[in-house]
């Protein structure tokens, strides 16, 4: 996992419950607790501190997930505004994912293991989006999808149509514009 | 300068809530610190992978344009690369021509969705633009990229409501120059706005200077590939070439009707020009020649619609060759010939003077008994030399007859070749008697033989008219007189050993124009004279008016000088060709001797008449008379009656071995 993941959620944690809440987690979670964006870190390590930060916040995983994509949004923007600049809303944004934002990753760190998403039209006129998600993770880009949405000032309803912990082969989210 | 001591808290330890304040600020600091050097690295780390990105399309560009030889092949493949690297749309390839008045699409382009922007490509892919006109025209006017940010609100643009349609955003253009003339000039269109234009003007800017050079290497191809089958003076076709399109023009016969014809143009007295007036006159002349051929072919063409196609090439110093293909008629090609003669006729000025160069024209016509179009061009040269032979500004189509008799003139030259290393030849001997009682031999004709190896003995008519052709006359004729001479002398010496102080008869050697008009010919005549011990006024030495003919005054020269030794001279076979009295007049003879043909002609009174003529004009110029041919009794009764003096032929003796010949006399001096 890149570090700019572990960055973004140190600064929802820290701006939410502040500095002492995230230094508990990281000893609880038995994390190293310094995180480069330029470097990556074992996918266990941010499960720990989602599992345990979680837990000191009384919360289940997804809601942590949802609630720390959603915040990062906003953070992403003012690290990287080019990443932002070119689209209009927040459609053209989510569905441009694969080939600019992971491309943009992929310009900073060769070699990024970045998810595809695969985007298509649901007979109801909303738009899919489904992958290959691991523990639940799915949860974490529904909290993206949130804050893209609050970002451009849109408003999107987000329904997990399947998920892998479910025991599908996939995970899917209906996503439907306001 | 002095300075003021500012007070610093660090030597008294902060403690308490100030500690965890200082902690803080430090801490935020060092986050800042932090995030401010990952952005620089992420920074450099972007802009290398960019570059990279945009190195390895150069390098797929450049390695495919230094592998190909075709500007659209890698025209092709650098807008697919260059439209896949940027994300956008469409890419279009356009060549300048007209001397950069015209932009024109070469139906070179890419399309990341073909089906989607169908009408937009449609009005693409072949458009056609001047100078400022649409995007290609604007980058024709000015030389430099040219950008669109937002197509809808530019009305210029041509392709605007197709561009609309296709929802394309954005559009640059950017030239493609060889130097400072501008060759082509490739557009990009995006949906998406075209952001950084520096990054954008790099990558395209160093494609573009590789597509450039495909078009360089293309030309200097072409030129290389232009001047390996052109000739550089004239600018036509060389010999390359058109055996090329001979090959091609032939192999196509087979599948029509039509035909072709070979025509070989050689201009007569150009060799004299380059030597006259020297190599920049003769060049001088062949451009005059070449531009008055190709205007007549072009008129002939326009006048002519069965005229075929025709290819004027420059295969030699003064050799031109015409290919006219997919004719149907095979009697244009004469029509050609006679307007190439006609071009010809008004004078070239070189330096101060005018000079006029004919030509002489052969023709070969294809047909079904040629395999291959070399059979043909040999043709055309033999029927070529043909016209020469009948003098300037003659036209000859081959015909089989003409092919059978060349034929047989080679293998004879060929064969008069080995007959004179063998040494073939030999001479017998016609006596010649002066016509009074006693009938007495007064020397003797040399005639020349050939003791053919396998044709047996042949007469100098079997050969002499292509010993003449080939230019063997001179050898055969040198030897003649040589071994004329020493016949003679030996018959002499024989003869005052016999008898001293006795008559020696002469011998009388024809020479051929060619042979008389040779430079050295008189010192030659002097050279066998001294060699052979052969007194000078018993050679005779008989010339037709040929010769004058060819030279007038060398023939004067000459004569004038052997007779200046004592050698005598004959004009032979007088009173048929042009028989003109002024060479009578002017050139020194000693002797007429009167054409057969009137001999045999005798009973007819025209011939009396123009034999008597003869006499009393050889009378009058104090000219000794010889009549050639005598065959009958009666011919030399007739001819004694009307006064001549002299005569030979079958009746009064025929020609002999040197031997019987020489044998006759010691039987007349005996008798």
Redesign the interface.
Same mark, same amino acid.
């Given at each position: 996992m890149k570090g700019v993941i572990f960055n973004l959620l140190e600064e929802a944690i820290v701006a939410e419950h502040g500095v002492a809440a995230w230094v508990d987690i990281m000893d609880l979670a038995g994390a190293r607790g310094t995180y480069s964006s330029l470097g990556s870190y074992p996918d266990e390590e941010l499960y720990a501190i989602v599992d345990h930060a979680a837990a000191g916040l009384a919360l289940p995983v997804p809601d942590v997930l949802r609630w720390f994509g959603q915040g990062a949004i906003p953070r992403l923007a003012e690290r990287y505004p080019t990443l932002f600049a070119n689209h209009r809303g927040s459609r053209s944004f989510i569905t441009s994912v694969n080939d600019v934002i992971h491309l943009e990753v992929r310009k900073l760190y060769a070699g990024a293991a970045c998810p595809h998403f695969h985007f298509y039209d649901l007979a109801d006129g909303r738009l899919a989006m489904a992958y290959q998600s691991r523990r639940q993770l799915c949860h974490l880009a529904h909290g993206f999808v949130l804050g893209t949405a609050a970002f451009f000032g849109d408003a999107i309803d987000v329904e997990h149509l399947a998920c892998t912990s479910k025991g599908d082969a996939l995970c899917r989210l209906a996503l439907d514009w306001q | 300068m002095k300075y003021e001591r500012i007070p610093l808290s660090g030597k008294t330890e902060p403690r308490g809530t100030d500690l965890v304040d200082r902690l803080?600020r430090q801490l935020e600091q060092e986050r800042k610190a !932090?995030?401010e050097a %990952?952005?620089i690295?992420?920074r450099g780390? !972007?802009e290398l992978? %960019?570059s990279q990105v945009r190195l390895a399309l150069l390098q797929r560009i450049t390695d495919f344009a230094n592998q190909s030889n075709s500007f659209a092949e890698v025209l092709d493949m650098a807008l697919k690369e260059i439209c896949l690297h940027m994300?956008w749309e469409f890419g279009n390839g356009i060549r300048v021509s007209d001397n950069g008045r015209v932009a024109a699409a070469c139906d070179t382009w890419f399309a990341s969705e073909p089906d989607r922007l169908f009408p937009f490509v449609e009005a693409s892919r072949a458009i056609r633009v001047g100078v400022g006109d649409c995007l290609p025209g604007r980058v024709l006017r000015d030389h430099h990229p040219h950008w669109i940010d937002e197509i809808a609100a530019e009305d210029w643009l041509a392709r605007r409501p197709q561009a609309v349609e296709a929802k394309l955003l954005s559009a640059c253009a950017f030239p493609i120059s060889i130097g400072d003339e501008l060759v082509a000039v490739i557009e990009f269109f995006s949906s998406?706005?075209m952001?950084d234009k520096d990054a954008i003007l790099l990558t395209i800017t160093q494609s573009a200077t590789q597509l450039g050079r495909v078009i360089e290497r293309e030309r200097a191809r072409a030129t290389l590939l232009h001047d390996a089958l052109h000739d550089a003076m004239t600018g036509l076709p060389n010999r390359v070439l058109l055996d090329e399109r001979c090959r091609s023009a032939f192999q196509r016969l087979s599948t029509g009707t039509a035909r072709l014809a070979i025509m070989v143009i050689d201009l007569d007295g150009f060799k004299a020009i380059n030597d006259k007036y020297g190599h920049h006159a003769g060049d001088a002349l062949l451009v005059d020649v070449t531009g008055r051929f190709q205007a007549a072919i072009n008129a002939f063409q326009q006048s002519h619609l069965q005229a075929g196609h025709a290819t004027l090439a420059r295969v030699g110093g003064d050799e031109f060759v015409i290919l006219l293909d997919s004719i149907k008629d095979g009697s244009v090609a004469e029509k050609l010939a006679t307007l190439l003669h006609d071009v010809l006729r008004p004078p070239t000025q070189v330096d101060n003077d005018q000079v006029t160069a004919g030509a002489s024209i052969g023709i070969a016509l294809s047909g079904p008994e040629y395999d291959d179009v070399e059979q043909i061009r040999r043709d055309a040269d033999l029927a070529m030399y043909e016209a020469k032979a009948s003098g300037s500004g003659h036209t000859v189509t081959f015909t089989d007859a003409l092919g059978t008799e060349a034929r047989n003139r080679m293998a004879l030259e060929r064969e008069l070749r080995e007959a004179i290393r063998d040494k073939q030849f030999l001479l017998f001997y016609q006596p010649i008697f002066a016509l009074t009682e006693d009938q007495r031999l007064m020397g003797y004709e040399a005639l020349i033989r050939w003791q053919h190896p396998t044709r047996g003995l042949l007469d100098p008519g079997a050969f002499i008219d292509a010993a003449e052709q080939s230019g063997l006359i001179v050898f055969i004729g040198d030897w003649v007189l040589r071994q004329g001479c020493t016949a003679l002398a030996s018959l002499h010496k024989r003869m005052v050993n016999k008898t001293p102080g006795c008559e020696l008869p002469f011998v009388s050697i024809n020479i051929a124009p060619q042979q008389f008009l040779q430079p050295s010919f008189a010192q030659q005549v002097q050279r066998v004279l001294i060699e052979t011990g052969v007194p000078s006024d018993c050679l005779r030495l008989e010339v037709t008016e040929g010769v004058a003919i060819i030279d007038a005054d060398r023939t004067r020269q000459v004569l004038e000088e052997i007779r200046a030794w004592g050698v005598r001279t004959s004009l032979d076979d007088f009173g048929t060709g042009y028989s003109s009295l002024s060479y009578l007049q002017n050139l020194p003879f000693d002797t007429l001797k009167i054409d057969r043909s009137f001999v045999a002609s005798i009973e007819d009174p025209k011939s009396r008449n123009i034999i008597r003529a003869i006499l009393d004009l050889a009378n009058n110029l104090n000219l000794s008379v010889v009549a050639e041919g005598i065959e009958s009794p009666e011919q030399g009764r007739v001819l004694v009656e009307m006064g001549c003096e002299f005569g030979q032929g079958f009746h009064l003796g025929v020609p002999l071995d040197e031997k019987s010949a020489f044998a006759l006399i010691d039987q007349r001096r005996a008798a």
């Open positions: - | 803080e !932090r995030l %990952e952005a690295a992420e780390l !972007r992978y %960019e994300g998406k706005p952001i």
